[in-house]
């Protein structure tokens, strides 16, 4: 057993915690408190003057996909070949010798979701991952949390509206997404069918990843920036009845208020984005404020390989920009986690969930504090503590 002593928790459950205690015991964290019993076998770490919080998660990361300049360019996100691509899985390109393993837990994350990239309307599959050591991306890989990606407005238009193919415009890419979900949706009906009446179903490789998503089963992840295609987004997933997630949400502030009444998730990031494309243009610091004061509950992302370690820092640029300290840390734990359906295992300091915490020597979202350890599953797979 450990004993975490000392430090100021950020439980996100109960509050800040000083002078607390943190048990960990074969993986799983124990018990949090001011009052808690140390066994006495149990190997204890002075934490005076340091900070512990849950181990941070980006919901929407292309971490161990291949850093620009490697691997073909950080292509291994984008099947772009076709519009539709929901056959491709990202564990056939995920890397679990990425350098961007190491680089994340740095910054305290201890968990992400990598996904296809935004080229293609409907992009694959994508899955969370622990950032253990691993050989093998089953190593990695947290069985049932996967997704499927997909993507609005002018990434698909620039991928294959250059080619003179469809999509070209934004009615375009609606029309292709309805399409695609349309003849899923038909197709799951004659499948369903067919087994209850117990006679043979021919599958279709390239349809079959769809039936799930067109009966609510998996989640969709949904690719927007500009605000008419959040609620695009939004209108698509309600009209056939999606479990579906808002991504990057860029101009969300500007339909904050619908956002909150129809109770849409969303992952919001970044935050600090040139103005590259047009719908970026109005990229806002005061955006994740803005949705805080609406009522929108969301998750902060650098959508990113390596970069995902800066995220602590934009999300400290967000408080001073009047997002409240208490939303931006849950913007880094239990809203992910719920995002990626992992809250019963991560996201809070409890006891009973994955021994999976960061170790910082300031406030975990000031840009001159550095995370000192990363532990995941109750061991350090960083660790610059002088213990």
Request: aromatic fraction near 6%; charge should be negative.
């Amino acid at each position: 057993m450990i004993a975490l002593t000392n430090c100021k928790a950020v439980t996100i459950s109960d509050g800040i915690l000083d002078k607390a205690t943190i048990l960990v015991e074969d993986g799983v964290i124990k018990a949090v408190g001011t009052d808690v019993e140390i066994p006495l076998d149990a190997a204890v770490l002075d934490l005076t003057g340091k900070w512990v919080t849950p181990g941070f998660i980006d919901a929407h990361s292309h971490l161990a996909m291949g850093e620009p300049g490697v691997k073909g360019g950080g292509d291994d996100d984008n099947e772009a070949t076709a519009p539709v691509t929901a056959h491709v899985r990202m564990i056939d390109s995920l890397d679990p010798w990425s350098i961007g393993i190491p680089a994340a837990r740095k910054g305290g994350f201890t968990a992400v979701c990598t996904l296809p990239g935004s080229a293609n309307v409907i992009g694959g599959i994508g899955v969370a991952v622990k950032l253990r050591d691993g050989k093998c991306v089953e190593d990695l890989v947290i069985p049932g949390t996967e997704v499927m990606k997909m993507a609005l407005g002018e990434n698909p238009k620039g991928a294959y509206g250059s080619r003179k193919q469809m999509p070209m415009t934004r009615m375009g890419t609606g029309a292709v997404l309805r399409e695609a979900l349309f003849n899923a949706r038909q197709y799951a009906d004659e499948q369903a069918a067919a087994q209850a009446e117990g006679k043979p179903f021919k599958h279709d490789f390239r349809m079959d990843p769809l039936v799930p998503v067109v009966r609510g089963e998996m989640r969709c992840r949904i690719h927007c920036h500009r605000a008419d295609d959040i609620l695009t987004a939004v209108r698509i997933g309600e009209e056939f009845g999606l479990d579906f997630v808002v991504e990057h949400c860029t101009e969300g502030f500007k339909v904050a208020d619908i956002l909150a009444e129809k109770q849409v998730k969303c992952v919001v990031g970044p935050l600090r984005m040139i103005p590259g494309k047009m719908e970026v243009w109005n990229c806002t610091i005061e955006n994740p404020a803005r949705l805080e004061a609406a009522g929108v509950e969301f998750a902060l992302s650098a959508d990113a390989q390596t970069a995902t370690r800066w995220l602590p820092e934009e999300a400290g640029l967000a408080m001073a920009y009047g997002l409240s300290e208490t939303a931006a840390f849950r913007a880094l734990t239990i809203n992910p986690a719920r995002i990626l359906g992992l809250d019963h295992r991560m996201g809070t300091l409890e006891p009973g969930k994955d021994a999976d915490l960061a170790i910082f020597d300031g406030h975990p979202l000031y840009n001159m504090t550095r995370c000192r350890a990363t532990m995941i599953d109750g061991v350090f797979y960083f660790n610059e503590l002088e213990l």
